[in-house]
């Protein structure tokens, strides 16, 4: 069975603050994708990465940046976390360079006070 | 305008009916279709994957593209309680990226 896990199930940080959200999957699995759910909005891709210290910009990156220095970890950092970033993250892997059948985390719900 | 729209419901059904989820999409480039469902405080799990247009049945779920008409579906026969989770349909043409719908909240009342 493929597992994705994350650091974190809630959080709640400031304004102002970094934050780190870390992301592990345990399938060997080359791509990876972190996401943002809102209510309405559905799941927004922030942030892939298809190879290790490699990525791609989603379609919401800003206010972003993410890091991968092992093949299994995928992190997400909001440099200075804003109230409008409260949202829940997923995090993502996938075998297929194609990004289908994406395995998924059970996310994070960050509130920024 | 999205590019994909979905209703989000909430959608309510007796146990044993039969659910139909819709999916639109504007982009024709779209070719490879997917369902994830997702439980309450879980990830999204992929349920149905199919490639153009057609029919791809398993079990109890047939998923539905009709590339002519821009529009998807995900039927459910004999709906379970254990059914009632949000289903989230996703897309994408030739990018490495998917396109996902906002989801269907679905309840199946016993």
């Known amino acids: 069975d493929v597992k994705v896990t994350q650091s974190s199930r809630y959080l709640v940080k400031r304004t102002g603050e970094k934050v780190f959200l870390e992301c592990v999957q345990d399938m060997d699995h080359e791509n990876m994708f972190w996401y943002r759910q809102d209510p309405g909005l559905g799941l927004r891709l922030i942030y892939f990465s298809y190879d290790v210290k490699m990525k791609e910009k989603g379609d919401i990156p800003e206010g972003y940046s993410v890091s991968r220095e092992k093949k299994e970890r995928f992190s997400l950092i909001l440099e200075s976390a804003s109230t409008n970033q409260t949202s829940m993250y997923l995090c993502a892997s996938s075998l297929k360079p194609t990004g289908d059948e994406q395995y998924f985390g059970p996310g994070t719900r960050l509130t920024v006070t | 305008q999205k590019e994909v729209e979905q209703d989000p419901g909430p959608l309510s059904v007796p146990e044993g009916a039969i659910v139909s989820l819709n999916c639109t999409y504007s982009?024709?480039?779209?070719?490879?279709f997917m369902w994830y469902r997702q439980y309450s405080r879980k990830g999204p799990e992929l349920l149905m994957y199919t490639y153009s247009s057609g029919n791809k049945e398993d079990g109890r779920f047939t998923a539905q593209v009709d590339k002519s008409s821009k529009y998807i579906s995900l039927f459910i026969r004999d709906s379970q309680p254990s059914d009632s989770a949000t289903y989230l349909c996703a897309m994408r043409g030739s990018a490495r990226q998917l396109t996902f719908g906002s989801g269907t909240q679905l309840t199946v009342l016993p």
């Open positions: 982009n024709s480039a779209f070719q490879y």
